[in-house]
């Protein structure tokens, strides 16, 4: 699409950093994925990076931002309506710099969430892509994040690990059952909230980014 660039985001009266990796082999028709990191990552952290990089090399555009408290170097995420502000922010800048053919939202754990209360609001995206959905907090099945899920109407392409503590599999394929969207669930074998896998799982973490890229250029590709 272009060269890698780096944006200064105005969020209100503050301002983020958001960074866009483009494709690096074969791109998918302009699509571009918004991507937010966690509650304890950062645009730089190793598993956001990782991810951009898997996605890059199947044909995905990233742009990847810090949320305003990251960026201020705090640990203690905003509340979702700041969260949400300051992803629509970094959104409108892709649109503006990118022109996107396609525009995907959504992120990992937290900031996957982000989008998804988002997408139930109707904002305007073409997807979702999620990974490491925060179903509930560790240990906490009965605090379910799941309310909004039902009014979801973008495809939704989700990954969770087998071994994720924040997503039992029995209790999302429930939430599921009331979701109307297109929403494809992929679970990785073995794999916990970070996508590590242990070696007895005979694959690697390189290996499950890169079936979890292969998926998610298969889903995008069934979007043009």
């Given at each position: 699409?272009?060269?890698?660039?780096?944006?200064?985001?105005?969020?209100?009266?503050?301002?983020?950093?958001?960074?866009?990796?483009?494709?690096?082999?074969?791109?998918?028709?302009?699509?571009?994925?918004?991507?937010?990191?966690g509650a304890g990552g950062s645009l730089s952290d190793r598993s956001t990076v990782s991810l951009a990089k898997a996605l890059t090399a199947h044909g995905v555009n990233v742009v990847r931002f810090n949320f305003l408290y990251k960026e201020r170097?705090?640990?203690?995420?905003?509340?979702?309506?700041?969260?949400?502000?300051?992803?629509?922010?970094?959104?409108?800048?892709?649109?503006?710099?990118?022109?996107?053919?396609?525009?995907?939202?959504?992120?990992?754990?937290?900031?996957?969430?982000?989008?998804?209360?988002?997408?139930?609001?109707?904002?305007?995206?073409?997807?979702?892509?999620?990974?490491?959905?925060?179903?509930?907090?560790?240990?906490?099945?009965?605090?379910?994040?799941?309310?909004?899920?039902p009014s979801i109407s973008v495809p939704v392409l989700c990954f969770s690990g087998t071994r994720d503590p924040f997503c039992t599999p029995a209790l999302m394929e429930k939430a599921l059952e009331p979701v109307s969207t297109d929403w494809d669930m992929e679970w990785v074998e073995s794999a916990d909230h970070s996508f590590h896998v242990p070696k007895s799982s005979g694959r690697n973490d390189a290996q499950v980014l890169e079936e979890v890229a292969a998926k998610t250029q298969a889903w995008l590709k069934r979007l043009q």
């Open positions: 699409m272009t060269s890698s660039a780096r944006w200064e985001v105005a969020v209100g009266d503050s301002r983020t950093t958001a960074v866009f990796d483009p494709a690096t082999n074969d791109e998918i028709e302009r699509s571009v994925f918004v991507c937010a990191h170097g705090s640990g203690r995420p905003d509340p979702m309506p700041r969260l949400e502000e300051c992803f629509s922010a970094v959104v409108d800048r892709s649109r503006e710099e990118l022109s996107p053919g396609k525009l995907i939202i959504g992120g990992r754990s937290m900031g996957g969430r982000a989008g998804s209360m988002m997408a139930s609001k109707g904002f305007d995206c073409d997807g979702l892509l999620l990974f490491a959905y925060p179903l509930h907090p560790p240990g906490q099945p009965e605090k379910l994040r799941d309310a909004h899920l």
